[in-house]
């Protein structure tokens, strides 16, 4: 994310996806595959990090992954057998460019190029810190912080510097970080984010998703743990624990939403996770209709689950062009609104006369809601309800998944029933917080959290260093800090 106030409002934050290969032919071609695979964690702007023998070589640009690396006078000037790669989603705007990552910084033993996926809640505090002792920085990126503490450290070995720097950092960091003392993948250590390790032959792999090993045909190891540091290099693989144990936070929102449907996160498939809340919804909130219609795509595999436990028959009753973006990724709700209609549209025929019983993965703002269920009513449709496979989101996201803030968020204005009468369904339900842990198989124990859930429960797993006491009132923050 951005350093500008992380409450301010929407326009700044980024969600991110990394990928990474030690040892392989053309690193850089892999990278940009594997990016390709994790274009859904941000779609504004891409960019690839290589190391060779001559030193670093770098490529960024705005724009989708395809469009800047398929080109090979491009891949051909990132030569090296190490490379990572970035995607990042940021509002455009005339600074955006130095923003686009991997970031990086000639310092004093080398290079250092980093790619990072998360969000740093302390990232303002450090950085006026860092400015007053003469730090002089080139973006606005919470990440050129790490750069900065990595450079201004009293030790002597790069990863010694490096725990150094991340040992005064809060909030959520994948890491990928490419040094002459070889590629570095970090987690912290709540493991907020998601970051794989895999293999292809000789070549080892590091990415937001396993999606994006499959992509290139190379096989999952593990995750990268909690709190833990892989360093890859001539010397083979080397793990870490340099930083004080916590409890493991990862994001519920990864399964619910972020990742890909194909990917296993936390060692479950997010496909099997969305088909599970889609059941337990049908549980927990029933409801009599003719057919189950998910929004596409992020609702299918919950409206699958429900259609299963229900026993009301799956039907595609919205269209999706594929050849627009994610709604959420226009930066203007003028653009947004826009957006939904290009994005779907009812399959009329089916429609008419029926039931419906409508599957979203989540309301943010209520944009894709109102849009949806209106169209359901202008294709004939004799009762709309609305299921949400996820608790109402009522809080931002300070650890790297792009929300407004809190007062552009539907649930934090308004209960459901209001919600229902704002989207215009005959009827609204969500899935509960201790449902939607039923669903991931676990059983939900406020006293010991097992995940990070802040946008839907209030309870941030950090400190929120930099939002003020004002705005930590306003947003009715309740803070649990572990670390
Ligand atoms: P809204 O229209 O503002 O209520 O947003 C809800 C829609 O956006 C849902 O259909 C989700 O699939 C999608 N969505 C939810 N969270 C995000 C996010 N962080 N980034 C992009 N899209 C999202």
């Known amino acids: 994310m951005l350093t500008t106030n992380p409450f301010d409002d929407d326009k700044l934050r980024e969600e991110c996806g990394v990928f990474g290969i030690w040892n392989a032919d053309a690193a850089a071609s892999f990278v940009a595959l594997g990016l390709h695979a994790l274009q859904h964690r941000g779609q504004e702007a891409a960019g690839i990090s290589s190391m060779d023998a001559a030193g670093f070589h770098s490529h960024r640009a705005a724009g989708h992954v395809a469009g800047t690396f398929d080109k090979d006078e491009v891949i051909r000037a990132l030569p090296g057998r190490t490379a990572i790669g970035h995607v990042r989603y940021s509002t455009t705007g005339s600074s955006a460019m130095r923003n686009v990552q991997p970031l990086f910084a000639e310092l004093a033993d080398g290079g250092f190029a980093v790619a990072h996926n998360g969000n740093i809640s302390n990232a303002m505090k450090l950085r006026r810190t860092l400015n007053r002792r003469g730090s002089i920085f080139q973006s606005t990126s919470d990440t050129e912080v790490i750069i900065h503490l990595v450079a201004t450290s009293h030790h002597t070995q790069m990863l010694d510097r490096i725990v150094d720097a991340l040992n005064q950092v809060e909030g959520a960091y994948s890491l990928l970080m490419l040094t002459e003392a070889g590629l570095i993948a970090c987690r912290d250590p709540l493991g907020i984010r998601p970051l794989v390790m895999g293999r292809i032959g000789d070549s080892v792999i590091f990415a937001s998703e396993t999606v994006a090993l499959d992509v290139i045909g190379a096989h999952y190891e593990r995750d990268v743990g909690p709190g833990e540091m892989v360093l890859v290099n001539g010397d083979g693989v080397r ?160 650890y790297g998944v792009d929300t407004p803030e809190r007062a552009k968020l539907l649930a934090a204005q308004m209960d459901v029933a209001a919600m229902a009468k704002y989207i215009n369904a005959d009827s609204l339900a969500f899935i509960s917080i201790d449902g939607l842990y039923r669903a991931l198989g676990d059983s939900r124990n406020p006293a010991v959290p097992q995940r990070c859930d802040a946008c839907f429960t209030g309870d941030y797993p950090t400190r929120l260093t930099d939002l003020t006491d004002k705005e930590m009132a306003q947003s009715a923050l309740r803070v649990v800090a572990s670390r």
């Open 239 to 398: 793990s870490f624990r340099p930083f004080v144990s916590a409890s493991p936070r990862p994001c519920i929102f990864e399964h619910v939403y972020f990742s890909r449907p194909d990917s296993v996160v936390d060692g479950t498939s997010v496909y099997e996770s969305r088909k599970n809340i889609g059941a337990e919804l049908a549980r927990e909130s029933p409801v009599e209709a003719d057919i189950v219609v998910p929004v596409p795509d992020s609702g299918v595999p919950a409206a699958i689950g429900f259609s299963q436990a229900s026993g009301i028959p799956f039907e595609l009753g919205i269209i999706r062009s594929h050849y627009v973006g994610r709604t959420f990724i226009q930066p203007s709700q003028e653009v947004r609104h826009l957006g939904v209609k290009l994005k779907h549209n009812a399959n009329s025929a089916l429609i008419r006369g029926k039931k419906v019983v409508l599957i979203d993965d989540s309301i943010v703002r209520g944009t894709t809601s109102v849009k949806i269920v209106q169209m359901m009513r202008d294709a004939g449709a004799a009762e709309v309800h609305m299921r949400i496979a996820s608790p109402p989101t009522r809080h931002s996201c300070f």
